[in-house]
């Protein structure tokens, strides 16, 4: 899915980024707990669920000055990203109906300052339902953790928010919008066709399918449970060789070597595409640019013809020094009736 619906406190948005689903072992955690809402005093989940409804309810109206005005002080003075989430996001959620989902209570008030990480346990670790917090360079206080689901309308969104009382009063420390679906369907959906797709021995299907599952099912980074962790252990079990990650993916086009470096799935033209980022040495010219990258496409479609089952099309960026990509998305039968 398509990463830059992501936006965080400042001072943490590097580190979570990071962060992935990264543990820390318990010597590392110091005086901290956490209180699902099943176990909160009824005052207590109360006034943390009333807090996000208002935030999310700003969100969906488009204010993002609204917001601002009750987010703490380190995450107000840095609030570009937010700000343009809730640009993108007021309209998609016109007429959404907001249901506040999840509530944590997130205890951290003797930790040490400039930790590199504080962990909380949520629940029981034999429940299905157990949830691990791993937030980076969290200072010490008093955090709720959120999550708002606005339903009803076309492309239905996750607003999870990291909440820290400040003053007396819950304000807004981190947000994380998601979507719920992708080109019509969940993350539970995209695990089971992960599944069928693993069976078929189609990893490279199945391991974008685990992909996007992931992105969908799980609302933030810095989460892991016992059944997301079942998801991971299924996505690495199918992952191709070769994937670009520190080094780039090598293709071979007429000849000539180009480097992928990125390969992530969204569904922004209706069906779920396949994006694939590669270097290129220039794109000023958009014939002789769309002509590399059509070639890109059809050898990508001769070494993996599965794509062809698993994606509506490709989304390819060519990254070019000091220049602005040249991007380029086509239906699979489009690319496939290039001469």
């Known amino acids: 899915?398509?990463?830059?619906?992501?936006?965080?406190?400042?001072?943490?948005?590097?580190?979570?980024?990071?962060a992935g689903l990264l543990l820390f072992s318990a010597t590392q955690v110091f005086a901290v707990s956490c209180t699902t809402q099943s176990e909160m005093k009824e005052a207590d989940r109360a006034a943390i669920s009333a807090a996000a409804r208002s935030l999310a309810a700003k969100v969906q109206a488009g204010d993002a000055n609204g917001v601002?005005?009750?987010?703490?002080?380190?995450?107000?003075?840095?609030?570009?990203?937010?700000?343009?989430?809730?640009?993108?996001l007021g309209p998609i959620l016109a007429g959404?109906?907001?249901?506040?989902?999840?509530?944590?209570?997130?205890?951290?008030?003797?930790?040490?300052?400039g930790q590199d990480s504080v962990q909380f346990f949520c629940g029981e670790a034999a429940n299905s339902a157990h949830v691990i917090f791993?937030?980076?360079?969290?200072?010490p206080g008093q955090y709720g953790f959120t999550i708002v689901e606005a339903t009803g309308v076309k492309n239905p969104q996750r607003l999870s928010m990291l909440l820290q009382m400040n003053a007396g009063a819950w304000q807004l420390?981190?947000?994380?919008?998601?979507?719920?679906?992708?080109?019509?369907?969940?993350?539970?959906?995209?695990?089971?066709?992960?599944?069928?797709?693993?069976?078929?021995?189609?990893d490279w299907n199945?391991?974008?399918?685990?992909?996007?599952?992931?992105?969908?099912?799980?609302?933030?980074?810095?989460i892991e449970s016992s059944n997301f962790d079942k998801l991971l252990q299924e996505q690495s079990a199918v992952t191709p060789p070769g994937m670009p990650g520190d080094q780039p993916m090598t293709v071979a086009v007429a000849g000539q070597p180009v480097a992928i470096?990125?390969?992530?799935?969204?569904?922004?033209?209706?069906?779920?595409?396949?994006?694939v980022s590669y270097n290129a040495a220039d794109v000023n010219d958009p014939v002789a640019a769309r002509t590399r990258t059509v070639a890109?496409?059809?050898?990508?479609?001769?070494?993996?013809?599965?794509?062809?089952e698993g994606f509506h099309g490709l989304w390819v960026f060519a990254n070019a020094p000091n220049q602005h990509p040249f991007a380029l998305e086509l239906p699979i039968p489009e690319i496939e009736a290039q001469s």
């Not at 992931?214 to 810095?222: E, G, H, K, Q």
């Not at 890109?296 to 062809?308: C, G, R, S, V, Y």
Request: hydrophobic share 45%.
């Open 96 to 113: 959404a109906t907001l249901n506040v989902s999840s509530v944590y209570d997130l205890a951290a008030m003797d930790i040490k300052p």
């Open 173 to 202: 420390a981190g947000f994380f919008p998601r979507p719920l679906i992708a080109a019509g369907h969940d993350g539970v959906w995209y695990w089971r066709k992960a599944r069928e797709y693993a069976k078929a021995n189609q």
């Open 1 to 18: 899915m398509k990463r830059s619906m992501t936006t965080s406190m400042k001072s943490i948005a590097a580190a979570l980024c990071a």
């Open 206 to 222: 199945a391991y974008f399918y685990y992909q996007t599952a992931a992105f969908l099912l799980l609302p933030a980074d810095f």
């Open 134 to 139: 791993t937030i980076p360079q969290l200072p």
């Open 296 to 308: 890109l496409m059809k050898a990508l479609l001769t070494l993996h013809p599965e794509w062809k």
């Open 261 to 275: 470096t990125n390969l992530h799935t969204d569904s922004t033209f209706g069906g779920l595409d396949l994006v």
């Open 68 to 88: 601002k005005a009750t987010t703490i002080s380190s995450v107000a003075s840095n609030f570009e990203g937010i700000a343009s989430s809730i640009q993108t």
